[in-house]
T-cell receptor
Framework: AQTVTQSQPEMSVQEAETVTLSCTYD???????LFWYKQPPSRQMILVIRQEAYKQQNATENRFSVNFQKAAKSFSLKISDSQLGDAAMYFC?????????FGKGTRLHILP | DVKVTQSSRYLVKRTGEKVFLECVQDMDHENMFWYRQDPGLGLRLIYFSYDVKMKEKGDIPEGYSVSREKKERFSLILESASTNQTSMYLC??????????????FGSGTRLTVV
């Protein structure tokens, strides 16, 4: 069965600095999708970035980028120029077939 | 603005009550999902539905049932609420065949407390 592991329950970063959130996953499949979701205090889950496993190029969305290492089954999220609005719970997720499997989350604190 | 709407943001129920959590989406999505979110455990799938009147068990279906009589509405039912069902419940939906390109669209959650 597929699993998603986020080893950092909480992290803090100074405003304007860069932070990297870690995620590893386990699968025997070769074709799948990976996601990072953000859940701010409003509780609304927001898709931050997605990566298709067959694409070698790392996905980028403005200040958010990923480091996708398929062989290592690693999918980390880098947030550049951290802003106060980035404070949230971040979930790494694996998607294939009919379901998306989520990690346990990393709570990110932004220090002013 | 397309959305997934959960009828209650906060809910307090008594042990043994039958509880209905409602979710409505306006995107004509075929697939709908109910997750439970607990601190330190992330999101766990309770039930999902591929289409009207169809349902599949997720990872933690015990103590729950679902109803999908109309495409836009997916209800989660707690047959006899217990205190260990106190949690945040998230509804999500997506189109079949989008192959996760857009991920899921989520509601804003219902925080249920069973006393």
């Amino acid at each position: 069965a597929q699993t998603v592991t986020q080893s950092q329950p909480e992290m803090s970063v100074q405003e304007a600095e860069t932070v990297t959130l870690s995620c590893t996953y386990d699968t025997s499949e070769s074709d799948y999708y990976l996601f990072w979701y953000k859940q701010p205090p409003s509780r609304q889950m927001i898709l931050v970035i997605r990566q298709e496993a067959y694409k070698q190029q790392n996905a980028t969305e403005n200040r958010f980028s990923v480091n996708f290492q398929k062989a290592a089954k690693s999918f980390s999220l880098k947030i550049s120029d951290s802003q106060l609005g980035d404070a949230a719970m971040y979930f790494c997720a694996y998607g294939r077939d009919d379901k998306i499997i989520f990690g346990k989350g990393t709570r990110l604190h932004i220090l002013p | 603005d397309v959305k997934v709407t959960q009828s209650s943001r906060y809910l307090v129920k008594r042990t043994g009550e039958k509880v209905f959590l409602e979710c409505v989406q306006d995107m004509d999505h075929e697939n709908m999902f109910w997750y439970r979110q607990d601190p330190g455990l992330g999101l766990r799938l309770i039930y999902f539905s591929y289409d009207v009147k169809m349902k599949e068990k997720g990872d933690i279906p015990e103590g729950y049932s679902v109803s999908r009589e109309k495409k836009e509405r997916f209800s989660l039912i707690l047959e006899s609420a217990s205190t260990n069902q106190t949690s945040m419940y998230l509804c999500a939906s997506r189109h079949t065949g989008t192959v996760y390109k857009a991920g899921y669209t989520f509601g804003s959650g219902t925080r249920l407390t069973v006393v």
